[in-house]
């Protein structure tokens, strides 16, 4: 059974900057896509950030494209979300997916394990 940690939510000014962390275990395959997918208040749930170990192109939604950055440690299994000039619309319950055997993002519906979730909160 996978199992994701996540950490590094908070609050922060708007401009500022913030990095998520996702480390998981538990999975067999060594090709999967990991990302993050966030919900706020009354909205529903996007697909923000991913990653796959096999293509290694990143995805990236367009409000956060140019800020946010995803990168893999593979020998860590462990993803980090760089996110950078946060604005107040991407406050949101942050949560990392992930999902074995998927070769390229976003994962969209894909995704078999899920986080516990981390808020994030930026004020204006």
């Known amino acids: 059974e996978v199992h994701l940690v996540e950490s590094g939510g908070g609050l922060v000014q708007a401009g500022g900057s913030l990095r998520l962390s996702c480390a998981a275990s538990?999975?067999?395959?060594?090709?999967?896509?990991i990302g993050w997918f966030r919900q706020a208040p009354g909205k529903e749930r996007e697909e923000v950030s991913c990653?796959?170990?096999?293509?290694?192109?990143?995805y990236y939604t367009d409000s956060v494209k140019g800020r946010f950055t995803i990168s893999n440690d593979d020998a860590g299994n462990t993803a980090y979300l760089q996110m950078t000039n946060l604005k107040p619309e991407d406050t949101a319950v942050y949560y990392c997916?992930?999902?074995?055997?998927?070769?390229?993002?976003?994962?969209?519906?894909?995704?078999?394990?899920w986080g516990q979730g981390t808020q994030v909160t930026v004020s204006s």
């Open positions: 997916a992930f999902v074995e055997l998927h070769s390229s993002c976003p994962i969209a519906d894909a995704a078999g394990s």
């Open positions: 538990g999975f067999i395959f060594d090709d999967y896509a």
């Open positions: 990653i796959s170990t096999v293509d290694r192109v990143p």
